[in-house]
């Protein structure tokens, strides 16, 4: 992702907390599980808090075999002139381009045009140590390439493909190839330019005609520094409560572990694709979703990353910027969770949380937090290792992890987090009188952790 995953919330309609005090609205965020509504109501009051709470812009597609059970569109696509989102809105796609540049190199590779056993000095000579990297590790992110190069691509000076390359070639490999994993985009990015390199055609033309073409993605395509796309989002980032126009990208150079834009219907279209073989035949599919390291990388995909709730995942988060997104294939399932944002709401907090409603979890809704006084005599109580989450006291305030992390309270056991109020620690007392438990609440999903001794 430029950045990566996870998680948030769901209950009741929001319109019934109106009114109520802050005390009466947490007692009635009960679990939807208990409400007697339909699955595509809950998901929708959920998606409806996201927006109305969190600010949350952007569509949401949620299919599970053949059936939609939600297709909708919140916020707005420009800001200066209030421009609504649509369900048939474009969005950037961040890293989630790159599962189409790993499906272009599979085509290759089953054209025998290459082999995932190229090194990548057979393409780029002038790289250091290239004969120790080749394009299986690539594509999985056991290149030990650095991960990016945004400070070339978010710059407005002139450049050509060679500046790109002979920077990009002057950065030390982070380890010996192969022998460890770390997320790289450079690696993605020097795929696209393979395709190029073997297609004799743009990354561009290469994708539309072997890609979006023969699956009718007639919305779909690569970002340009010119062209004007009709019903593009527009991209902003958060600054507080308020928004900023995001910078200046230079899309020539932020191709393959980026580039693309599309809608989600059309992923929907992409998603129906990798479970027939009119793209990739099953041998290639197979290598794809196949996790080859201890992050779970695949070929352009998590196979099956720890967040998927206990059902097969095969899924890539994507953000950049004010572009976050997120595809999730829950293949034995069938069912299929895209969230786009063009504002920097998390998608793949949603789609967590999208996720586990689907998968009829306690899942609560989103409510404006009230920090409040509360009683800091508890807190050398609340301090401790809880399974890896660190509580820590410091100057009668408590943080979470880290002293960059503080924890505001809003009961006398019950806290959220500065950088992030959708994310809360509820402190619980046991049997014998001790907070020896902590229950986090991610995207309105909870997980209880068990303090360390």
Request: aromatic content about 12%.
């Amino acid at each position: 992702m430029k950045n990566s995953k996870l998680i948030f919330l769901l209950g009741v309609s929001l319109l019934s907390f109106k009114g109520l005090s802050q005390t009466k609205m947490t007692e009635r965020n009960v679990n939807v599980t208990k409400n007697r509504i339909s699955l595509p109501d809950k998901l929708s009051q959920y998606m409806k808090a996201q927006a109305d709470v969190n600010g949350f812009s952007g569509t949401v597609l949620i299919v599970r075999k053949d059936s939609v059970l939600l297709r909708e569109a919140y916020g707005y696509a420009n800001y200066e002139w209030k421009v609504k989102t649509t369900p048939n809105t474009k969005y950037s796609l961040a890293s989630v381009s790159k599962q189409f540049t790993a499906a272009a190199i599979l085509q290759l590779a089953e054209r025998k045009l290459l082999s995932l056993d190229d090194k990548l000095n057979t393409y780029f000579p002038d790289i250091p140590k290239g004969d120790q990297i080749t394009l299986h590790i690539m594509l999985s992110h056991m290149s030990g390439l650095s991960m990016d190069f945004d400070e070339l691509y978010l710059n407005q000076v002139s450049l050509t493909r060679n500046d790109v390359l002979n920077y990009i070639f002057q950065k030390k490999l982070l380890f010996t190839p192969g022998e460890q994993t770390a997320y790289s985009n450079i690696g993605y990015y020097l795929l696209a330019r393979i395709i190029e390199k073997i297609s004799g055609k743009s990354y561009s033309e290469y994708l539309k005609e072997n890609i979006f073409v023969p699956l009718k993605m007639a919305e779909t395509g690569v970002m340009t520094n010119d062209e004007v796309v009709v019903n593009m989002a527009d991209r902003y980032t958060r600054k507080g409560k308020d928004y900023n126009k995001n910078p200046y990208i230079n899309w020539e150079f932020n191709i393959g572990h980026d580039g693309i834009y599309s809608t989600a219907d059309d992923l929907l279209k992409w998603d129906k694709a990798l479970y027939g073989t009119t793209v990739l035949s099953e041998k290639m599919k197979q290598l794809m979703f196949t996790s080859y390291n201890d992050q779970n990388f695949g070929y352009g995909f998590l196979v099956n990353p720890f967040y998927n709730q206990g059902h097969q995942l095969i899924a890539h988060d994507g953000g950049f910027f004010g572009a976050m997104t997120s595809l999730n294939r829950y293949v034995d399932d069938g069912l299929l969770i895209v969230v786009l944002s063009n504002n920097q709401s998390p998608a793949y907090m949603l789609a967590y949380g999208l996720a586990a409603i689907c998968f009829d979890k306690d899942v609560e809704l989103p409510y404006h937090h009230q920090k409040v006084k509360n009683n800091g005599a508890l807190y050398p109580l609340f301090t401790g290792n809880y399974d890896g989450i660190k509580i820590l006291e410091n100057n009668g305030k408590l943080y979470y992890n880290d002293l960059d992390i503080e924890l505001f309270p809003e009961s006398d056991t019950k806290f959220f987090r500065s950088d992030d109020d959708n994310r809360t620690v509820e402190f619980i007392k046991d049997s014998k009188g001790k907070y020896s438990t902590i229950k986090l609440t991610k995207a309105g999903v909870g997980e209880i952790r068990k303090k360390k001794d």
